[in-house]
């Protein structure tokens, strides 16, 4: 079992910065792929950064050039650096981690309240 938790979220005003945190434990092995998806009210949860094993990233669109993904694997902690951010941005921010080799698993924390004032 994979234990995650998110931290770093609270209340910003448009162009601020905020940076989560999400520190993993338990029994991590093989981690493919870690993510920080994020669910605005009456929306579906979006995908909205990604890194792999291999350190290769990817970005939502309406992230690109303000948000910034990271790992660092001594501590087992993802991050999420957030700039520029706008009201849209908004949402209940969570971190998966996907591990296995044949047998994938997926991992979600409890997630981590963003709010973005304007």
């Known amino acids: 079992q994979v234990q995650l938790v998110e931290s770093g979220g609270g209340l910003v005003q448009t162009g601020g910065s905020l940076r989560l945190s999400c520190a993993a434990s338990?029994?991590?092995?093989?981690?493919?792929?870690m993510g920080w998806y994020r669910q605005a009210p009456g929306k579906q949860r979006e995908l909205v950064a990604g890194?792999?094993?291999?350190?290769?990233?990817n970005y939502a669109d309406s992230v690109k050039g303000r948000f910034t993904i990271s790992r660092d694997n001594a501590k087992n902690t993802l991050y999420l650096q957030m700039n520029s951010l706008k009201p849209e941005d908004t949402a209940v921010y969570y971190c998966?981690?996907?591990?296995?080799?044949?047998?994938?698993?997926?991992?979600w924390g409890q997630g981590t309240q963003v709010t973005v004032s304007s």
């Open positions: 998966r981690v996907v591990t296995g080799i044949k047998t994938l698993r997926t991992y």
């Open positions: 338990g029994s991590i092995f093989s981690v493919n792929f």
């Open positions: 890194i792999t094993s291999g350190g290769s990233t």
